[in-house]
């Protein structure tokens, strides 16, 4: 008779088989720093047990200012924003400066560290091009789909026009850019296929 297993035993059993033994991974994330965010934290520390060496870039947050840390094997970048936004102006500096910020680590760790694989985790959905930079090189790109964007610009503003339009665009190229999506749901897995 099988039994279920227990979260705490499959981690187990990932850790002993470690499958990615030997992989490298960078996980972008723009809306929150880690350990805040539980989801990516649970990723970072999930693909650590399996044996890969894992790498973050995120923002700065109250209580996460640190520039750099490791925390449970996971080797932690931050990078400052410039501020909350609000407006298109305040997304441009925003996205802007996390864009910057995000190439300039993304880089740092490839010469430190070294990655084979970029996860990108949404929103915005500009994190392919961080990506496409390092195609060259054959690093993999993996977005992680966690907001349908152009979906809560409509309801956030309650209107379509030119900005959502460049979401729709943008959305579209990072499902294009990447090799894997990873969906939260069955409904963002139909917006992706």
Request: charged content about 25%; hydrophobic content about 45%.
């Amino acid at each position: 008779m099988n039994r279920p297993t227990s979260s705490t035993s499959r981690i187990a059993d990932i850790r002993r088989s470690r499958p990615l033994d030997g992989r490298r991974v960078l996980i972008i994330v723009e809306n929150l720093p880690l350990p805040f965010d539980r989801r990516v934290w649970h990723e970072a520390r999930t693909l650590t047990a399996a044996g890969a060496q894992v790498a973050v870039i995120c923002p700065t947050g109250k209580g996460f200012e640190a520039p750099y840390e490791e925390l449970d094997g996971v080797h932690i970048y931050r990078h400052p924003l410039p501020l909350d936004a609000s407006g298109a102006v305040g997304y441009l500096l925003e996205y802007g400066a996390a864009l910057f910020h995000e190439t300039r680590l993304a880089w740092k760790i490839l010469r430190r560290h070294g990655f084979d694989t970029i996860q990108g985790c949404n929103p915005p959905d500009l994190i392919f091009l961080i990506a496409w930079q390092f195609r060259i090189f054959g690093k993999r790109y993996i977005f992680d789909h966690h907001d349908i964007n152009p979906e809560l610009y409509e309801a956030k503003f309650g209107r379509r026009g030119f900005f959502w339009r460049l979401m729709v665009i943008f959305e579209w190229l990072n499902f294009r850019a990447a090799r894997v999506v990873i969906s939260t749901n069955e409904s963002y897995r139909a917006i992706a296929l």
